[in-house]
């Protein structure tokens, strides 16, 4: 699994064939696909129109913004529709539009709504269905007369009026530029950031209350009632102060934890070699680390890397069954490179319920990269990539580490 899965086909990819006078398996599906133009595009037509129409009409009320916001989003599917139409009978294979995040990632209902109504690929898709229709009426009306009248020639016709239907629909149903694609990944990734980090602070508060906050209060009582009895029973109150003592000691270490899986010390004074031996340390099973950087890298780089490699490694400890594992770091070009592998049984799978699938939206959110190899009874290899920052905040050049 990547945490970002990215196609590139491109025209010469999808370049029909030499045009022939002969009715090849080609020109039959651009037959099909120019005589269904007029039927699929007079639906398209009838709908936008409509839609348009009384969204348009209905803007001066609560519920026209909304409905025009919905009507663009059903826009979106007809052109995933032509898409596909496209796919199947004209070999046209473009990248589909990035989703428009729904209102809870984007923030509320009037950034969703906002997002929706400027929604360059629904308003793309609108003007496709509305000059589809005159030509779905010259393609069928040609198409059908070239099958009893232009025979000879129809390959010919055919391949030149299939020709323009790839040209619209690279032009108008593709996503538009990269600068487009990137504007809307990063609106999703912002989702994803704070969600990860409403869901860090319902964990850290969670951990608060059920363990530290608890052991306190328990605290608190203990030493009232020790001090209660200090006269009477100096004896017993020095046996309560002595378990509060116990307490207390307790709350320390959970909060010493806490802290450490916030973001631990040793990170920030000596840097991931020494904070992931530390952590290998903990691991239940042996670790051989390796660190090899340059420099150090951004903080918040060097705090993803370690709460990846922390997260790995108790997988490996609870589910793995393994009897060693290693840990790799090492810079390669712009980007900061992970491998966590062990022996153990594999079959590791990033929707198992192991957290992988939160370390790859994690990463995803930086531009990062997570891929799994984990074959049955062969052990699991998960790498990590990063983009580089160092630590004046500069970001190296674009580009995969190869």
């Not at 398209?44 to 913004?65: K, Q």
């Not at 984007?106 to 509305?130: C, H, I, M, N, Q």
């Not at 709350?251 to 916030?262: C, H, K, S, T, V």
């Amino acid at each position: 699994m990547t945490a970002s899965i990215l196609t590139n086909d491109t025209a010469g990819d999808d370049r029909p064939p030499p045009v022939r006078p002969a009715f090849d398996a080609v020109t039959w599906k651009e037959i099909a696909h120019l005589l269904g133009n007029l039927p699929v595009s007079l639906a398209g037509f009838v709908y936008t129109v409509v839609m348009v129409s009384v969204s348009g009409g209905l803007s001066v009320t609560a519920v026209g913004l909304p409905l025009l916001a919905g009507g663009l989003f059903l826009s979106r599917q007809l052109g995933r529709l032509e898409r596909a139409r496209a796919r199947a009978l004209l070999g046209v294979r473009v990248d589909e539009p990035t989703p428009i995040p729904g209102p809870k990632r984007a923030g509320g209902f009037f950034p969703w709504l906002w997002t929706s109504l400027k929604d360059p690929v629904a308003w793309r898709t609108v003007l496709y269905e509305l000059i589809r229709l005159p030509w779905g009426v010259l393609t069928f009306s040609v198409v059908l007369t070239g099958l009893f009248v232009l025979w000879p020639v129809l390959p010919y016709v055919v391949r030149a009026l299939a020709n323009v239907d790839r040209a619209m629909v690279r032009g108008l149903l593709s996503p538009s530029d990269e600068l487009e694609r990137r504007i809307a990944e990063l609106e999703s990734d912002r989702g994803v950031v704070v969600d990860t980090a409403a869901a860090d602070l319902r964990r850290i508060e969670r951990d608060l209350h059920d363990g530290a906050q608890a052991r306190l209060v328990a605290l608190a009582m203990g030493l009232g009632l020790a001090k209660e009895k200090l006269l009477e029973d100096p004896e017993g109150a020095a046996a309560m102060v002595d378990e509060a003592h116990g307490e207390v000691k307790l709350a320390l270490r959970e909060l010493r934890d806490l802290a450490r899986g916030i973001h631990p010390a040793v990170l920030t004074d000596r840097g991931l070699d020494a904070a992931l031996s530390s952590v290998a340390a903990r691991c239940l099973v042996p670790v051989k680390v390796a660190v090899d950087l340059p420099a150090r890298p951004a903080e918040a780089i060097e705090g993803i890397a370690y709460f990846v490699v922390s997260e790995l490694l108790q997988n490996v400890s609870k589910h793995a069954g393994a009897r060693g594992a290693g840990v790799e770091v090492w810079k390669s070009g712009a980007r900061l490179l992970i491998r966590v592998s062990d022996d153990g049984r594999g079959g590791a799978r990033p929707a198992g319920g192991t957290g992988m699938a939160g370390l790859a939206e994690r990463l995803e959110a930086v531009d990062g990269v997570f891929v799994v190899d984990s074959p049955e009874g062969a052990g699991t290899v998960v790498t990590a990539e990063l983009p580089w920052r160092d630590r004046a905040g500069a970001l190296g050049p674009p580009g995969r580490a190869h």
